[in-house]
């Protein structure tokens, strides 16, 4: 099984001064884009995948999918307007050519990304983590035997990050442990041990 846009996820949190960090009647991903990068979320149900006939659940996953690519590409273009106002590329990225240590953010572009790495912005911790779990639950097609190669699958995501940015920001390990603990909870809701114990009637 292979998760095609699990490292678009996790790219919004990768250079350290970068920034970080579903729908039919079921979900609700509520993205507003009043000036420049104003866009808000609001949480959302997991995907009732069970309940989806195969075509619903394909329909839910591409529309998971374009979500995710409209996010990435509104990210490209914040880091690569940030990029070239200092000569540099993607391709110096990649190649290692940027001393993040020593690379200057405009205060625009650090504003804007502040904006989108906070609590209710669309590359925040809650947000992405929730956008990541959807998808796993969707690909899953509700069989939680399946998520060990998800989970698999998610953690490489970051690897691959990580080996080309170098140590990840707090803000992405955090959105992974995130993810991580999304997953559990989903894991025991379907096991059913996540059901509270039934009240102890005491015989006097």
Known sequence: MEITTLSTHVVPSAPSKAPS???????KDTEQTP????????????PPVKEMSAEE?????????????????????LVRKMLEKQGFSFQDVQ???????????????RAEAAANIAEDG?????????RIVNFAIALSGGDVEKLGILREAIDEGFKAVKDIFGELPEISLETQRVIHEKLDQWEKEQRGQDQPEPEKTVVS
């Open 95 to 109: 190649d290692g050519k940027i001393d993040w240590d020593t690379f200057e953010v405009d205060e625009a572009t």
């Open 122 to 130: 669309p590359f925040g911790v809650e947000a992405t983590s929730n």
């Open 35 to 46: 000036k420049q990068q104003t866009e808000t979320y609001s949480p959302s149900k997991r």
């Open 57 to 77: 659940r394909e329909s839910y996953i591409e529309e998971l999918r374009q979500k995710s690519e409209k996010h990435f590409e509104s990210l490209k273009n």
């Open 21 to 27: 960090s579903e729908n039919k009647a079921v979900h």
